[in-house]
């Protein structure tokens, strides 16, 4: 088993990571383009907590080296990945289990993602991902699945950080415009009351 492990800090509140966080697959995101779906399984609240759980899946197209795809005996032009999330409004926390379903009996990738504010104006992003090929054979080969899989995440770590902050950025500035624009629907509104009452 290799590990991958990651930590970010946003320079955005948690409440602006926690929103566009369902937003990171969007055409904002010109990093993700390898994801190709996102489809919600379930939603759920549970009304003693408020924690809103979230099951999806994600179908994802990466190329994928050729040795492996021979030496796995498939082809992998596309993957899917289980991803169950919790949104903890109460401690403030977003947390994103993955697993893959795609070659599952070959490779078991288990990655925690978990979101939570350091300050009122920044939030932190660990990543841990634990990858583990099951395929029989020599340590080795073994060895070399995990260490891909590993610097793919690593890759990927680099883009994913790229892309979510252009959806927060661009998450910020719509929330803006969109403040502004009830801001002047409400002055016009008070204008158009004020007017009413002198005539």
Known sequence: MKVFSNSETFDYS???VSTANWRKYCPWNEKS???VAV???SRTVDPATGILRTERLITCRQSVPDWLKSLLGVGMEESQVLETSYVDPAQKTVTMVSANLTLSNLINVQETVV???LNEHQTQFT???KITALCGGWQRIRNSI?????KRFRENAIKGKEGFESVLA???AVFAEEREREK???IREQVGNIRMAAA
């Open 14 to 16: 948690w409440e602006e």
């Open 170 to 172: 661009m998450s910020r």
């Open 146 to 150: 995990e260490d891909t899989l590993v």
């Open 115 to 117: 979101y939570k504010p």
């Open 127 to 129: 990543q841990d991902a």
């Open 184 to 186: 002047m629907m409400l």
């Open 39 to 41: 489809d919600t399984l």
């Open 33 to 35: 383009t390898h994801v």
